[in-house]
């Protein structure tokens, strides 16, 4: 059975412009987070999609915003993009709700400039 | 609100040796899960293991396990055997809320298996 994918893998992008970002789960996994990994603050909560809703979100601006589509992929946004913006994206996919096992991508390391 | 401690930043073993990992936490949530991860060179974060809170007995997987202490809201990890691959970033986690995947991380433990 194939891993979480992410797309792309790294990206660079300049202060002020947006980025999307994309994770397919792995087959029969309907819920998908995301997580972001810096040097400074660690591994952080964005946001969680289950089945096309998002049950939770993280403690990050409004700038940062996700979705998930019917096949359970998920993007995730960030528009005005900010040099405290650059980390390591990861998503992680589980089965379902509470408590599953999450297996995560290789993530997006995203560089702002 | 939720806390994890992962009190030892950097640790080293040698290969073959055993070496224990700490975390602690703290979480007003009753019934929950608690993970360790592990993030090798190549940043992939990878599933070690995986306790849930409202089983006495402790978690095993081949020659990882860990020490629950849930009064003392301790969550040890054991590396028996330490391998080379075992070299990585390991973290200890608990989803934030019952019943979600939005998961808390510890600040990590850098873990070195010396030949």
């Known amino acids: 059975k194939a891993g979480v994918t992410q797309t792309p893998r790294y990206l660079i992008k300049t202060r002020g412009q947006q980025v999307t970002l994309s994770c397919s789960p792995i087959?029969?996994?309907?819920?998908v987070s995301w997580y972001q990994q810096t040097p400074g603050q660690g591994l952080q909560f964005l946001f969680e999609?289950?089945?096309?809703?998002?049950?939770n979100k993280g403690n990050f601006p409004g700038r940062f915003s996700g979705r998930q589509f019917s096949n359970s992929r998920s993007e995730m946004n960030v528009s005005t993009l900010e040099l405290g913006d650059s980390a390591l994206y990861l998503c992680?996919?589980?089965f379902g709700p509470g408590g599953s096992e999450q297996y995560f991508g290789p993530g997006t390391r995203l560089t702002v400039t | 609100a939720q806390t994890v401690t992962q009190s030892q930043p950097e640790m080293s073993v040698q290969e073959a040796e055993t070496v224990t990992l700490s975390c602690t936490y703290d979480?007003?949530?009753?019934?929950?899960?608690l993970f360790w991860y592990k993030q090798p060179p190549s940043r992939q974060m990878i599933l070690v293991i995986r306790q849930e809170a409202y089983k006495q007995q402790n978690a095993t997987e081949n020659r990882f396990s860990v020490n629950f202490q849930k009064a003392a809201k301790s969550f040890s990890l054991k590396i028996s055997d330490s391998q080379l691959g075992d070299t990585a970033m390991y973290f200890c986690?608990?989803?934030?809320?019952?019943?979600?995947?939005?998961?808390?991380f510890g600040t990590g433990t850098r873990l070195t298996v010396i030949p």
């Open positions: 992680a996919s589980s």
């Open positions: 087959s029969g996994h309907r819920s």
């Open positions: 986690a608990f989803p934030a809320q019952t019943g979600a995947n939005n998961l808390f």
């Open positions: 979480t007003s949530e009753s019934n929950y899960y």
């Open positions: 999609y289950f089945s096309e809703t998002q049950r």
